[in-house]
C-alpha cells in the first residue's frame, strides 16, 4: 500500500529561535513517518502572530497549494493546534486533508494502543478533539475516504450527531474511570505491602521500553519510532541491598504534549504522581536534548510531579564519544548508561539503591508475643531481614520506610 504524502507547515512566533522551528519541524516529520505518510516537503513561516483565518499568510497559503500540486501530496500537516474554522478554510484552498499536530498524535496513540485503558483513553482524547470540528469532518470524511488523521477508536463516532458524541464521551470517561479505581487499589495494596514505587519518564523515544527490559529482564515492546509503546506497564525488581521494589514504563512525553491527550491518560500518569522516585530517561545523542528535558519537566509540573525525587538518567551513551560522556557525567546526581550495556546497567541499579536506602532505615527490634499482630504487619510488608525466637520475643532485623519506622520506635534493641 502506497504511503501518503504530506506537506509539513510550521510558524515561527515571537521569542522562537530559527533552529527550535527547524528541531520541531524534524519532528514533526518523524511523528508524520510514524503515522505512515512520506514527507514531500516542509516549509515555515516566521509571523508576530497566527492569521485568525488560515494560521499562515494567504501568501504562504498559495505557495503550500503549489507544493501540495506539485507533489500530488494527500495531507497538509501543521505543528501547531488549528481552530476548527482554521482547519476548514485551509482545506478549501488545499483541496486535501489538512491535520494539524493534535490530530497527527493522535492518530499515532489510535494506532499504538493495544490495551483496553489505552484504547478507551485515545478514544476520549479523539471525541474531545473531534466533537467542535464535527461539521467539516462530515464533508472530510466523505470525500477524502480516510488514512492519517482518521483512524482509531473515535473514527466511527464522527459522522454522528454531538448529543451522541456527548454521551460517548460520558461512558468512556466512566468506564475509564472504573479502569482508575483499580489502578488505584492497585496502588494501594504495593503501599500496604511496603513496595517501594520508581517510575521511568522521559521524551518519547528516549529508550525507556529497553532500558526497563534490560533492567528487569521483562518484555516490553521495543521500537525506534515515537510514541512506540503507550501502555504502563510495572514489572519489580531487587535491589542489591535486598529492598523489592516495582518499576513502571510510562508513555513518552513530547513537546507541545495536546492538553486532549494530558486529560485522557490521566490514570496512566497516576503512576508517575504516586512514585516515590522518578528516573528521567533522557537520549543523550539527540540534538535537541536541552530542550527534549524542559518539555518533560514541564509536563512533570502540569501533572503535579514536579517536586518528586528523580535521577536523571543520560541513556544511549554508546552513540557518544568519551568527551561526551564525560560532561555529561560531571551534571550532579546524573548517571550515564547505555541499555545495552551490563556494566552500565549495573552502576544504574547501585544509584538506585543508594537513593532509595536513604528512605529506608535498618532496625533491629523484640517485638513481645503477645504483640502478635505488630509482627504480622511487619511480615506483610516484606519488612523482616531476619528474626530469632526468644523467651522474650521476636528478635528481628527489618527495614521500614522512615515514614513507617515510629510504629516500632517502642521495641528497638
Same mark, same amino acid.
Given at each position: 500500500?502506497?504511503?501518503?504524502?504530506?506537506?509539513?507547515?510550521?510558524?515561527?512566533?515571537?521569542?522562537?529561535?530559527?533552529?527550535?522551528?527547524?528541531?520541531?519541524?524534524?519532528?514533526?516529520?518523524?511523528?508524520?513517518?510514524?503515522?505512515?505518510?512520506?514527507?514531500?516537503?516542509?516549509?515555515?513561516?516566521?509571523?508576530?502572530?497566527?492569521?485568525?483565518?488560515?494560521?499562515?499568510?494567504?501568501?504562504?497559503?498559495?505557495?503550500?497549494?503549489?507544493?501540495?500540486?506539485?507533489?500530488?501530496?494527500?495531507?497538509?500537516?501543521?505543528?501547531?493546534?488549528?481552530?476548527?474554522?482554521?482547519?476548514?478554510?485551509?482545506?478549501?484552498?488545499?483541496?486535501?486533508?489538512?491535520?494539524?499536530?493534535?490530530?497527527?498524535?493522535?492518530?499515532?496513540?489510535?494506532?499504538?494502543?493495544?490495551?483496553?485503558?489505552?484504547?478507551?483513553?485515545?478514544?476520549?482524547?479523539?471525541?474531545?478533539?473531534?466533537?467542535?470540528?464535527?461539521?467539516?469532518?462530515?464533508?472530510?470524511?466523505?470525500?477524502?475516504?480516510?488514512?492519517?488523521?482518521?483512524?482509531?477508536?473515535?473514527?466511527?463516532?464522527?459522522?454522528?450527531?454531538?448529543?451522541?458524541?456527548?454521551?460517548?464521551?460520558?461512558?468512556?470517561?466512566?468506564?475509564?474511570?472504573?479502569?482508575?479505581?483499580?489502578?488505584?487499589?492497585?496502588?494501594?495494596?504495593?503501599?500496604?505491602?511496603?513496595?517501594?514505587?520508581?517510575?521511568?519518564?522521559?521524551?518519547?523515544?528516549?529508550?525507556?521500553?529497553?532500558?526497563?527490559?534490560?533492567? &528487569?529482564?521483562? =518484555? /516490553?515492546?521495543? $521500537? *525506534?519510532? @515515537?510514541?512506540?509503546?503507550? !501502555?504502563?506497564?510495572?514489572?519489580?525488581?531487587?535491589?542489591?541491598?535486598?529492598?523489592?521494589?516495582?518499576?513502571?514504563?510510562?508513555?513518552?512525553?513530547?513537546?507541545?504534549?495536546?492538553?486532549?491527550?494530558?486529560?485522557?491518560?490521566?490514570? &496512566?500518569?497516576? =503512576? /508517575?504522581?504516586? $512514585? *516515590?522516585? @522518578?528516573?528521567?530517561?533522557? !537520549?543523550?545523542?539527540?540534538?535537541?536534548?536541552?530542550?527534549?528535558?524542559?518539555?518533560?519537566?514541564?509536563?512533570?509540573?502540569?501533572?503535579?510531579?514536579?517536586?518528586?525525587?528523580?535521577?536523571?538518567?543520560?541513556?544511549?551513551?554508546?552513540?557518544?564519544?568519551? =568527551?561526551?560522556?564525560? $560532561?555529561?557525567?560531571?551534571?550532579?546526581?546524573?548517571?550515564?548508561?547505555?541499555?545495552?550495556?551490563?556494566?552500565?546497567?549495573?552502576?544504574?541499579?547501585?544509584?538506585?539503591?543508594?537513593?532509595?536506602?536513604?528512605?529506608?532505615?535498618?532496625?533491629?527490634?523484640?517485638?513481645?508475643?503477645?504483640?502478635?499482630?505488630?509482627?504480622?504487619?511487619?511480615?506483610?510488608?516484606?519488612?523482616?531481614?531476619?528474626?530469632?525466637?526468644?523467651?522474650?520475643?521476636?528478635?528481628?532485623?527489618?527495614?521500614?520506610?522512615?515514614?513507617?519506622?515510629?510504629?516500632?520506635?517502642?521495641?528497638?534493641?
Amino acid at each position: 500500500m502506497a504511503k501518503e504524502k504530506a506537506v509539513l507547515v510550521a510558524v515561527s512566533l515571537p521569542g522562537e529561535t530559527d533552529w527550535q522551528v527547524e528541531q520541531s519541524l524534524v519532528e514533526l516529520g518523524e511523528l508524520a513517518k510514524t503515522a505512515g505518510a512520506k514527507v514531500a516537503a516542509a516549509v515555515w513561516q516566521a509571523k508576530e502572530r497566527p492569521d485568525s483565518k488560515l494560521f499562515i499568510g494567504k501568501g504562504k497559503a498559495d505557495e503550500v497549494k503549489g507544493l501540495v500540486a506539485q507533489y500530488s501530496a494527500d495531507s497538509v500537516i501543521f505543528d501547531e493546534e488549528l481552530t476548527p474554522s482554521q482547519q476548514l478554510n485551509l482545506e478549501g484552498i488545499f483541496d486535501c486533508k489538512v491535520i494539524d499536530r493534535t490530530g497527527l498524535i493522535l492518530d499515532i496513540f489510535a494506532q499504538h494502543a493495544h490495551s483496553a485503558a489505552g484504547k478507551l483513553q485515545v478514544e476520549l482524547a479523539q471525541l474531545n478533539y473531534y466533537l467542535p470540528r464535527l461539521k467539516g469532518l462530515g464533508i472530510q470524511m466523505s470525500r477524502l475516504g480516510g488514512g492519517i488523521g482518521t483512524r482509531g477508536p473515535g473514527e466511527t463516532k464522527l459522522e454522528t450527531d454531538r448529543r451522541r458524541l456527548r454521551r460517548r464521551i460520558q461512558r468512556v470517561t466512566r468506564e475509564l474511570a472504573e479502569l482508575a479505581k483499580t489502578r488505584a487499589t492497585q496502588r494501594q495494596q504495593r503501599l500496604k505491602r511496603h513496595i517501594f514505587s520508581i517510575a521511568l519518564v522521559g521524551y518519547t523515544n528516549a529508550g525507556k521500553s529497553t532500558l526497563i527490559n534490560s533492567l &528487569t529482564k521483562g =518484555e /516490553v515492546y521495543v $521500537a *525506534d519510532q @515515537l510514541f512506540a509503546t503507550l !501502555d504502563s506497564t510495572t514489572r519489580r525488581l531487587e535491589l542489591p541491598s535486598g529492598i523489592e521494589v516495582v518499576v513502571t514504563d510510562t508513555v513518552g512525553f513530547i513537546s507541545k504534549l495536546p492538553h486532549e491527550l494530558v486529560a485522557a491518560f490521566a490514570s &496512566t500518569l497516576d =503512576e /508517575v504522581v504516586s $512514585a *516515590d522516585l @522518578l528516573l528521567h530517561i533522557v !537520549d543523550a545523542a539527540d540534538a535537541a536534548v536541552t530542550e527534549q528535558i524542559r518539555a518533560v519537566e514541564t509536563v512533570l509540573t502540569e501533572i503535579g510531579a514536579g517536586e518528586i525525587d528523580r535521577i536523571q538518567v543520560f541513556n544511549k551513551a554508546d552513540l557518544l564519544d568519551d =568527551e561526551a560522556k564525560a $560532561a555529561l557525567g560531571m551534571k550532579l546526581g546524573a548517571v550515564v548508561v547505555s541499555a545495552i550495556n551490563p556494566d552500565d546497567l549495573g552502576r544504574l541499579v547501585e544509584a538506585i539503591d543508594r537513593r532509595v536506602s536513604l528512605g529506608f532505615l535498618g532496625l533491629t527490634v523484640l517485638i513481645p508475643y503477645a504483640q502478635g499482630a505488630l509482627r504480622q504487619w511487619l511480615h506483610s510488608r516484606g519488612a523482616v531481614i531476619s528474626e530469632e525466637h526468644t523467651a522474650e520475643g521476636s528478635l528481628m532485623d527489618i527495614r521500614l520506610k522512615k515514614v513507617e519506622a515510629q510504629r516500632v520506635e517502642a521495641f528497638r534493641v
